[in-house]
């Protein structure tokens, strides 16, 4: 999990400053984010992210003026007999 850092903080041996961006475990990195330590840094990469299917853009419809509704005419029961 990449992360910044926005507080200093000690990881692997070294302190990491504000805008230091790191790498760690996803336990350990989704602590560090509740605590208010670091951010979570959002990658364009395609190839770690898992695949979304993209949503083609639908092109806008003009609006068409609205058609008074036509009663419905009863239907008659024919008797055959």
Do not use: C, W
Request: glycine share 4%; charged share 35%.
């Amino acid at each position: 999990m990449k992360l910044t850092a926005i507080k200093p903080i000690y990881h692997e041996g070294e302190v990491k400053t504000e805008g230091t961006t790191f790498e760690t475990v996803e336990q350990h990195g989704r602590e560090l984010i509740k605590k208010g330590y670091a951010v979570l840094v959002v990658e364009d990469n395609p190839a770690e992210q898992p695949e979304q299917p993209e949503q083609p853009e639908q092109p806008e419809q003009p609006e068409q003026p609205e058609q008074p509704e036509q009663p419905e005419q009863p239907k008659t029961k024919s008797k055959t007999k």
